[in-house]
């Protein structure tokens, strides 16, 4: 192997004068052999990224040129009529509002199972409950939907009834007695499917809060729960954002559970327990077989808006995180 | 406000590792008590029972008696909790909080005890807390900024503000230097000076000078051997230990001969 340093060939530079021209550092076939791969699995992903959105594109324009109806704001799905008459506000309604709801009831249920594992639970405990709750991520997603439409969808009548009752009078949780195959059902079932995830990644980030600024919160007179307040969830206030993020985005992209539960429908209801709506995922599951050119072309239009929907809330979560950047220095 | 510790027959536990065995002294109110002695002999553990700090290490366990003037650390119905309020602590390593601003960081004790506190009063017990640790007049312009963008000696003093702000009676030091320069070092014994007129101060170090600086009384702290628990050898006026100490091994391991 040549040892000599490659500056050991080029002559010394004159005191005063120029600095050589060019000096190359010596490198290494290993590096160089490093460098092409990683450099070149990066133009890969880029390559790949754009050849999608052109597809994407280019189909769903193809698609929306023979639209006869609003794309945005439509209430029908009619793509393989002649003419084809389809809009995505009702699947851009179904998506949202099922997605929020899964996020309201799973991210505070997951960071209290998370905080439950890594602060109050005795070992012996805290081992056994965080390999249950990996093992729930792994179910496949069909699994949940057959447990949500031969279990869920016939036990929530009840639950439906008393919140009729109690808050009924702000209509959005206005009941009529029928099976329950809502957006709140796929709520529901979404919370369920998001949770495993966003309390393993919320768990990993509070094993990690620094010792010693727990031990601080201590030393100062705080009870665990004060220990917990100013030192772990400061800590670990990004990383839950993203596990978030994460449930998020597997709630607006779930596609067999929700197709599974839901009883589709073209129309908004204002209440939330009324069976019917439809969102992104499950709107392309459903129609893809039967559809023709321009309906596939169609429902490839919505999987692009489903597509921008998620670097959105992507990009609004980084803003979030990076909002505080200061402090988590 | 500050109090005597009264320290008898205490033994402390990690597990069934007995780490501290069988110690009794006195630590005056109003004074800086160092604790010296080699690694691993157990002076931060104890340091640790003074405030049940130990205890929040897994398996860590206390037995003995800690009086702070009439009242027993460690008697049946006493809440670990009102014991670390009453007496402080400030750690080896610098912790401010860091997603907390230099002002939040002090009043963060204040705010723990409960009953809501008055804008204008916290902002005064902030201001008193960085005067007395020698901090205000480096950070009054920016009070907002997180703590954690302030020098390694900085931080430091804002933890003893943040420690003071609660009015302890007794502030514990766990080698509260020994990451710091020296510049840092003198500003934080010079601190140490004016800190005992309210506080009965425990400070553990391994520069000895840094304890013939400081402290006026000095106990010494040795193990017999590897695994064995830590025991106190002699406490006694710092200028005694470090000129005529009644024990051999307290004068060896000074003047650097041990073994």
């Not at chain 1, 665990?224 to 992209?253: N, Q, T």
């Not at chain 2, 390593?93 to 009043?107: E, G, K, L, Q």
Request: glycine share 10%; charged share 15%.
């Amino acid at each position: 192997m040549d040892i000599t340093p490659a500056t050991a060939a080029s002559p010394p530079p004159l005191a005063g004068g120029p600095a050589p021209a060019e000096q190359k550092a010596t490198t290494r076939p290993g590096d160089r052999i490093f460098l092409a791969l990683s450099r070149g699995s990066g133009i890969l992903l880029l390559v790949i990224m754009a050849a999608i959105a052109v597809f994407l594109t280019v189909r769903a324009t193809n698609a929306l040129s023979h639209n006869e109806g609003n794309f945005f704001t439509t209430f029908e799905w009619s793509a393989n009529s002649t003419p084809p008459v389809f809009g995505i506000a009702v699947l851009a309604f179904g998506t949202v509002v099922s997605s929020l709801i899964a996020m309201l009831i799973a991210v505070p249920v997951a960071i209290g199972i998370a905080l439950f594992i890594s602060h109050y639970a005795p070992r012996r405990l805290s081992t056994p409950l965080s390999y249950v709750i990996d093992l729930l991520a792994a179910v496949p997603s069909i699994v949940y939907g057959l447990w949500g439409a031969l279990f869920l969808v016939p036990h929530l009548g009840g639950l439906y009834g008393w919140l009729n009752d109690y808050f009924g009078w702000t209509g959005i949780f206005e009941y009529h007695d029928g099976a329950a195959r809502s957006l709140f059902t796929i709520g529901i079932l979404l919370a369920i499917m998001i949770l495993p995830i966003v309390t393993s990644v919320s768990r990993e980030v509070f094993l990690q809060a620094p010792k010693m600024h727990e031990e601080a919160a201590l030393a100062l007179g705080a009870t665990r729960w004060e220990v917990i307040r100013m030192s772990v969830l400061p800590f670990g206030r990004s990383g839950v954002i993203s596990a978030s993020m994460l449930g998020l985005g597997r709630a607006l992209g779930e596609t067999m559970a929700v197709a599974t539960v839901l009883s589709p429908s073209f129309e908004i209801g204002t209440s939330l327990l009324d069976p019917g709506g439809g969102t992104f995922a499950q709107n392309i599951a459903s129609s893809f077989k039967e559809s023709g050119e321009i309906g596939k072309d169609a429902l490839i239009a919505s999987g692009l808006v489903l597509f921008v929907l998620t670097l959105l809330v992507n990009g609004a979560a980084r803003l979030i995180i990076a909002r505080r950047k200061e402090y988590t220095a | 406000m500050a109090k005597r510790i009264d320290v008898s027959g205490l033994n402390a536990y990690y597990g069934s590792h007995k780490a501290i065995d069988d110690i009794s002294m006195t630590v005056e109110p109003r004074s800086v008590t160092a604790f010296i002695g080699p690694s691993g002999c157990g002076k931060s553990t104890f340091l640790r029972t003074l405030n049940r700090m130990h205890e929040v290490t897994p398996g860590g366990r206390v037995e003995g008696k800690v009086m702070l003037d009439d009242e027993n650390l460690y008697g049946p119905g006493v809440d670990p909790v009102s014991v670390r309020r009453t007496v402080g602590m400030v750690f080896q390593r610098p912790n401010p909080f860091p997603t907390m601003s230099i002002y939040d960081n002090v009043a963060a004790g204040v705010r723990l005890n409960g009953d809501r506190v008055r804008k204008a009063e916290l902002d005064g017990i902030v201001e008193k807390s960085l005067k007395g640790a020698n901090l205000w007049n480096e950070v009054k312009d920016r009070l907002n900024k997180p703590g954690a963008g302030l020098s390694g000696g900085q931080q430091q003093r804002l933890c003893i503000a943040r420690a003071i702000a609660v009015e302890p009676q007794v502030l514990l030091m766990d080698e509260p230097c020994s990451a710091l320069d020296p510049i840092s070092t003198l500003a934080i014994e010079d601190l140490i000076g004016e800190l005992k007129e309210h506080f009965t101060i425990v400070i553990v170090t391994h520069n000895m000078q840094q304890a013939a600086r400081v402290s006026d009384r000095t106990a010494f702290f040795n193990l017999a051997g590897v695994g064995q628990p830590g025991k106190l050898v002699e406490i006694d006026d710092t200028e005694r230990i470090f000129s005529n100490p009644s024990v051999q091994a307290t004068e060896d391991y000074i003047s650097g001969r041990f073994g």
